[in-house]
């Protein structure tokens, strides 16, 4: 069964950088996309981007001088920095595998960005 | 953008009825078409993809159904634990893209 385990601060400073890390248990990283979504009560969920195993990304116009998604296939985990955070990116983040559609998703990880 | 228009924003139903949700794209879209369902304090579920496909584990309740710009979620009758969020995501190769509608709340009534 494939499972999705997320981490990272959950409370952030205005400027500083989001950090979240999400590991794949059951199954390889390699030959799936994998994705970071953010939800919140206002925007609803956006997508964020998308990496594969080989590094390959592809971002969220709007966020794509502020984010980086990286993969450790030694460690069949992905990764998510957006940095020179605003409380405008406090929001439930999600990690999840998927192309086309997300199929697997991780717990989420509410990230409040206040002074 | 391909911008999704989900309606209504909230259907109240009472166990056993029929449930239609809208999703309706800016401009007309591949099969790439999914639905998800959210409960409060959940990760989205996949219910449906490129349209018309149930995800594993789904009952056959949910059928899906659309082309171009129009699509719809049927849930033929509602079981107590169908009373959730619904949400349509479609996929854009240029630019390369996952957009969500804003989402239907199913709701007891």
């Known amino acids: 069964q494939v499972q999705l385990q997320q981490w990272g601060a959950g409370l952030l400073k205005p400027s500083e950088t989001l950090s979240l890390t999400c590991a794949v248990y059951g199954e390889s990283l390699t030959g799936f996309y994998w994705s970071w979504i953010r939800q919140t009560p206002g925007r609803g969920l956006e997508w964020i981007g998308e990496v594969i195993h080989t590094g390959d990304a592809n971002y969220r116009p709007s966020l794509k001088s502020r984010v980086t998604i990286s993969v450790d296939t030694s460690k069949n985990q992905f990764s998510l920095s957006l940095n020179s955070v605003t409380a405008a990116d406090t929001a439930v983040y999600y990690c999840?595998?998927?192309?086309?559609?997300?199929?697997?998703w991780g717990q989420g990880t509410l990230v409040t960005v206040s002074s | 953008e391909i911008v999704l228009t989900q309606s209504p924003a909230t259907l109240s139903l009472s166990p056993g009825e029929r449930a239609t949700l809208s999703c309706r794209a800016s401009q007309s879209i591949r099969n790439s078409l999914a639905w998800y369902q959210q409960k409060p304090g959940q990760a989205p579920r996949l219910l449906i993809f490129?349209?018309?496909n149930r995800a594993s584990g789904i009952p056959p309740r949910f059928s899906a159904s659309g082309s171009g710009t129009d699509f719809t979620l049927t849930i033929s009758s509602l079981e107590p634990e169908d009373f959730a969020v619904y949400y349509c995501q479609q996929r854009s190769n240029w630019p390369r893209a996952l957009t969500f509608g804003g989402g239907t709340k199913v709701e007891i009534k």
């Open positions: 999840a595998r998927g192309r086309d559609e997300l199929y697997y």
């Open positions: 490129d349209v018309s």
